[in-house]
């Protein structure tokens, strides 16, 4: 059985998909299974995949009903330990990838590392130490993470959301239940970041539908409280301050993190309350 299963999501990606299956072919460990989900595409991503084929483990073409169908399908046919999902647009760091996370010994749930900008080659997320600011201030990039498969199985991903999908993933895994979490110093993936959630109010829009979903209206109104100071704090005048006042942007970082702190307390308090019932 591989230890890796890399799951490659895919519609009409004729100019990416052979990039991105090259860089997962390239690795320099074979501990791995690649699965392709297209959706069905009309553009010649089918052919092109079809000369994939001798290092595809399972593939389909079939219409879909959206990215996060396409993935739970993925996982239906994953038989790895860890889960990755390296879609069209997307591509391994580099060629070590694999076998540079398999050596760094991977104990927790979920492995997070570095992401990198397609377009430029920044990286797009950096390190955060407490995983609450991370999750309500930003998410964890799929590409650059690795998910124990059977937390998948248990916890497929919620199909009626398109953008956020594996956003309630991680709440629902990491602070809701008692999936473990690490991050590791190691660049993962370059990220396209053209997709759909690129798009910021839709993003916000369907995270507000997930919080009223999973938490009690007290927790969402401290939630809401947080994206105010975070907006306030960070969006607006952090640029400015780490230009020009590092001193200034760290106490208005701390101010935000304060809030993330009392969400916590917040939301252990409620489900501490939710698991006695």
């Known amino acids: 059985m591989p230890f890796f299963s890399i799951i490659t999501v895919c519609y009409n990606e004729i100019s990416n998909i052979k990039n991105t299956l090259d860089s997962i072919i390239r690795q320099t460990s074979n501990n791995y299974e690649l699965i392709v989900v297209d959706g069905g595409s009309t553009d010649g991503t089918k052919e092109v995949i079809q000369q994939y084929e001798k290092h595809i483990a399972w593939w389909c073409s079939e219409p879909d009903k959206g990215i996060y169908n396409a993935m739970n399908k993925g996982v239906c046919h994953a038989t790895g330990e860890y889960v990755i999902f390296m879609n069209a647009g997307d591509w391994f760091y580099d ?38 600011v991370h999750l309500f201030a930003d998410t964890l990039s799929h590409q650059g993470t690795f998910i124990r498969r ?4 248990v916890h497929p991903y919620d199909e009626k959301y398109k953008i956020v999908a594996d956003w309630k993933f991680w709440i629902e895994t990491i602070i809701l239940g008692k999936a473990s979490y690490s991050f590791i110093e190691q660049n ?16 916000w829009s369907e995270r507000e539908a997930v919080c009223q979903e999973l938490f009690s209206p007290h927790v969402v109104q401290l939630i809401h409280s947080y994206y105010a100071a975070y907006d306030l704090a960070l969006v607006k005048y952090a640029v400015f301050l780490n230009q020009h006042s590092h001193r200034g942007y760290e106490l208005v970082r701390k101010i935000a993190k304060r809030v993330v702190k009392l969400v916590k307390l917040r939301i252990a308090g409620y489900t501490f309350s939710k698991e006695q019932s």
Do not use: F, P
């Open 95 to 132: 060629d070590c990838v694999l076998e540079h996370v398999y050596k760094s010994g991977m104990s927790t749930d979920i492995i997070e590392g570095y992401v990198a900008n397609t377009a430029n080659g920044k990286k797009v997320k950096e390190r955060y130490d407490d995983i609450y």
């Open 150 to 153: 059977s937390l998948l199985q």
């Open 188 to 203: 993962i993936a370059y990220y396209d970041m053209t997709g759909v959630s690129a798009c910021r109010e839709a993003v």
